[in-house]
């Protein structure tokens, strides 16, 4: 019994051999040491930027091709780009390409702009022109021109003049209304063989106005698109027995009566019912 307890106790180790267990690290230094580390990664990833940043601007990345494309017939494609060339910041890389598209429609007749960036080192730009079908006049005094999607644009209204294009006069925001019923109305006066409508104007209240390019005057009155056209078509369908029977040219017309158009020929006053208008 002697010798095995002997032998157990020489296998024994001394209590302050053994392994003590690990101990914890304070609050405080692990996050000094969470703080370190994201300080580490933080300046890495500012480093990492700036040197972007400084290799972005380096010359081999300067624009060398810009290419227009689109159909336009007002500006050509080297004015275009003269036009715009000089608004662009950057190069290829660090070009903001909203600001490059803002530069481009700022070119005289340029509707819309779509830029994109074309490798190497160019920029590829699709243009919509403005198509005018009437000139505007502005409560300001400015004329300007409204184009297909009755929108108003300003441009060198001389570039215009020549195309015999009729004009609108109404508040601001009410082109596109304008432009719609001055498409409606034209082919409808036309059948009067007074002559073309040159001018179409809507007042403040509402009130619309026809001015003929042979000099007459038709107040159109109020009312919403329905009205104003039924009551339009029944003025030219009774207008052509008027003429007849006077034989005089159309001086003025006000369609604003009840049941009938108070009309002045050269010369002559008369009051005509409205005729009634068959439905096929």
Partial sequence: MTSFAAAATHHRLP???Q????????TDVRLMQGTANAIFVLGGLVLLAAAALWAARLPMFS?????????FSRSSESTIRANAAPKL???FVTMDLRQ???????VPWVRQAVVRRVWPMGLAV?????RPLALWAAADGNDKVVNSYGEVFEVNT???????????????GSARQMLAMQQRLAPLLAQLGAGDLSQLSLSARGSWRADLDKGAVL??????????????????ATMPRVMAAYRRPLQSADLRHQGGFAVRMHGVTTQAPAATVKKK
């Fill in 126 to 130: 699709q243009l919509q022109e403005h």
């Fill in 100 to 106: 490059a598209r803002r530069a481009f429609e700022a």
């Fill in 158 to 172: 001389g570039d215009v003049e020549d195309e015999a294009l009729p004009s609108l006069a109404g508040p601001d």
């Fill in 19 to 26: 392994a003590a267990p690990a101990l914890a690290l304070p």
């Fill in 63 to 71: 624009l060398r091709v810009i290419k227009v494309e689109g159909e």
């Fill in 89 to 91: 910041k950057g190069n």
């Fill in 15 to 17: 209590r302050a051999m």
């Fill in 219 to 236: 107040e159109l009155g109020r009312g919403n698109d329905a009205e104003l056209l039924a009551r339009t078509t029944r003025f030219v």
